[in-house]
């Protein structure tokens, strides 16, 4: 593994970029190669890889509180909440806006819920914040169940979809791969219509997602590699010495709690809108708990981590639809043995390997070697 | 808001309040407990307390509850209670052997105990809503259908125990609500001591304070560790049993709200801290009842949250304070 | 989305799907992904189940789920071409519904679903099956704005809230003659959407409101408040899941008026309250088993599945069997099955089975059962 990466990290910069092309065509391409194995038996493959998109969004915007910031945060699916139900009020319920202009302003509103959640919150340490986040979330779906103004359980539906390209019937079509036995066929009959946001084909939603990902994994880039992202890893590592050293930890933890926000709210507002319908019951708790499970099991803090763990989370229980009842069942035994056997995540971040092998090095010199068994997580 | 209403029924609302909360406080002990020690939040310990509460309705089924009186159906009683304590506490330790054990030996970083905690509450939930399924592997369904049938809907013990009630003036007083609030304070009094005083309890503390320098003094960190989650377990299957017996209802995802609910009590008293967990059970309790009769039982949950959040904010470590170590109250 | 005419390439063309050469018609019947088109005439039809299998809504779904199987099993006993039951499990969540109606939409040998089994599903799979002309009858959605939403392969084999909600109003008006009557919600779309009828037709004889969250087990609060009104009948709009609960408890605490409750509610296991639930009212549009028609279904029912029909089971037989017989009949296609679906009007187990141009069933009766020596027993139509 380390090797390839070495022999990756090796090569020109011209040809590292055609790589990273090529693997971002691959993916805009897969919905149409359905690739066998990979692809959903039992459920549209196109909307599966949406959900995906989804799934890493939250997990990229997660990481920031969870990963970079050290915030345990339980109640993230509330922020997912104000920004889809934000959507959902300014293209249907009470108003009629084009979703390019809803979806700004349930960027900002999520944003500002955020700092005002934050502001006060953020004082409790450690796990308290976990249970109070909790409580967020369990509040703003309440607050929706039992607001008439929200439209209670009965949801809102006939929400904005992104403005098609090239009208009804798009600028052409792109047709679909269909695997035979042992044979690969172009069907001229399977097509997907480019840019269509239609009803039935969830592929252009799909990319739709996966530009937006693309997009916040730049934006991601920047903000850890620069003052900020610094600043939030000093916070996480050692709040009193970041504190010492003249960093404003409560501003920057505030910072990080609006900027997931701010992630969250986006994810939620597209979701609402390749959804056309929401109720409470999209925002349920267990998802806060799957979020935290993609961001955690995929290793907390690396970008790329997190967005394995997010591909894991939302994709696993799709395709193995097979297993039926037992889905749960397995998908709770498979993080508890990711949990056992990987504990730093699947892709630690770079800097935790480094702490851990300095830190057994240091060990090693103290006692000997070995070292003896703590009782301490 | 209905102020006239709450304050005519004040009494009547403070009893169904207190009797619930007590039941929050004796689960959310589990959670302070294995907090106190660990720093972990134990997410599967509703799983604890529902396994509990079906060990209690197999055991009044198997011993003929429904048709049993008088002497009878009290044994029948102590036996189902002693059948959740065992049930809860057999979990509870299979819950710290596989789901934690490996972790604390690879000293892993604290969130992905609660991942693999996630996990195994996954696990322990499905497994009992697919009893039917797993039995059906084995070709017992038929033969046990009574106990592994309707595994993803109620299960009931309705109509088991006719319980006295009395009534003095408007107010109705349910002598289970009584047993419940008794039963809860006395053990949170028997534990509080034990912990206080005993060589083992001496041992927790000690563990919980600073576990490298108690495991010089000779207290056996996985020993304590196991400890903790055996006295979790017992309570959750103390609580599961007073539960039943008011409820008289389990389902396999039964733990999941309650759960949430008894570990919002436990911070809400300060995490960590026995008395704590008693004194929040109580007031979240008594919160979420007062709260539905002023502004409608659908803002019950919100009530509870909200009374959390405000809490936190001028007391941040809880109506007591933590630390079980400590021991200050 | 039909594959009649396809073009081959070989395996070496994946890279990004180049150089298309040689042409040629597939029929594909052996693929797994994405089904076949027709062919041979009725055979390898499909009907598809759309609604939860796993999930906390679990315990709705199964009588929904056998009630069809039911159906499919018993028309298969004496059929050439078998058809078969394909379940797609939402969760019940409206999360699921789209990728799921897409894949539904996609597999033309599908020519009939019975489901959603939710309000909230409905609403989100609903624009997709009607762009894929799927025929749909729900066994269970009973939200009235459902059908107005223009979607022409909407059907619903139950009687919507606003049906049922005058009913149960009118009972306990005329019935009953209950001067005070306490409305309890569970705040779903079912049973808040009923409670809300009851409560306006009711009017000025309504002493108080509340609503519980369904997943809730403790209900003092709302017991004070029953027992402060002194009602002379409480509704509850929700499913049996809470109602067994909360009756029990209403008793505990000192209520002695009558329990009305509606179909959600229609379940053996709302018996387990026991001796709470006795004198419990029952509203419900579905036929009693005094008919033989309905007393077979029961016992074919239990024979096959070692439980009573529980709540919805009926509907969804009776769901599946306009379907089976639109196959019997030698449809192959989802167009000719919709308009089969439009102008059925045969008698079914719970009512006579006819669509009105909403997709509403155009004739429903509602009847009152009430719970009496631990058993659910029919006391007659509500007129």
Redesign the interface.
Known sequence: MSKIKQRFVALPKPVKILLWVLLA?FAY?LP???P?II?T????F???L??VTMYCLVAIGLNIV?GYAGL?DLGYVGFYAIGAYTAAVLTSFHAHWPLLLAIPVAVVVTTISGVLLGA??L???G??L???T???G??IR??A??SEWLN????I?DIARPPSIGGQEGLFEI?H??????????????TTQFLVF?????IPYYWLGLTVVIVMLFADRLIKNSRVGRAWEATREDEDAAELMGVPTFKFKLLAFATGAFVGGLAGSLYAS??????P??FL?LYS?LF??AV??GG?GNRWGVLVGAILVAYLP?RF?EF??????A??????????LR???LFPPRRTVRAKHLEQELEELEEGAGGE????? | MNFEFLFSNLPQLTIGGLAFGAIYALIALGYTMVYGVLQLINFAHSEVFMYGTFAMLWTVMALGGADAGGIKLVAILIAALFSAMAMSAIIALLLERVAYRPLIKKDAPRLIALISAIGASFVLAELMGLRDRIAGWFGLDDNLSEYVGKARINNSMAGVLDAPRWKIGNVTISSIDVLVIVAAVGMMILLDQFVRRSRLGKGIRATSQDPETAALMGVNPTRTIQLTFLIGGLMAGIAAFLYMLKIETTKFDVGFLLGVKAFTAAVLGGIGNLRGALLGGLVLGVAETWGSALFGTEWRHVVAFVLLVVILLFRPTGLLGESLGKARA | MRRNKVFAAGAAALALGLSLTACGTTDDKDSGSSGGGGGDAACDLKLAFFGPETGPAAGLGKPIIQGAQLAVDQYNDDADCEVELVKYDSQGSPDEAPSLATEVAGDESIIGVVGPAFSGESAAAGPIFAEGGVPTITPSATNPTLADNGWDTFHRALGNDATQGPAAAKYIQDTLQAKGTFVIDDASEYGAGLAGIVEDTLGDTVVGTDTIQAGDTDFSATVTKVTDAKPDAVFFGGYYAEATILIGQLRNGGFDGTFVVADGVKDPAYLDAKDAAEGTIITCPCIPDTDPAVATFAADYEAEFGEAPGTYAAESFDAASIFLAGIADGIDNREDMLTFVNDYDEKGITKQLKFDDKGEPADVHVYAYTVKDGAIVPEGEIK
Request: hydrophobic content about 50%.
């Open positions: 065509l391409a149409l190669l359905e066998p692809s038996p039992g459920v549209d196109g909307g599966v949406f959900v969870v345990l006060p919150t004082r409790v340490r796990d308290y976990a249970i109070v909790l409580g967020f369990e509040i309440l607050v169940v039992n209670q359980r009965k949801g539906s047709p791969l269909f695997w035979g036995d042992g044979t690969v066929l172009v069907d001229t009959k399977d239609g009803v039935l084909d969830q390749r959804q056309n319908f929401i109720n019951d999209s708790l708990i935290l499970a955690v099991v907390q799709q639809r039926d009842d037992f889905r749960v069942l998908f709770g035994l498979a993080l508890v043995l990711l949990a056992t504990p730093e995540g068994e703590s009782a301490r997580v």
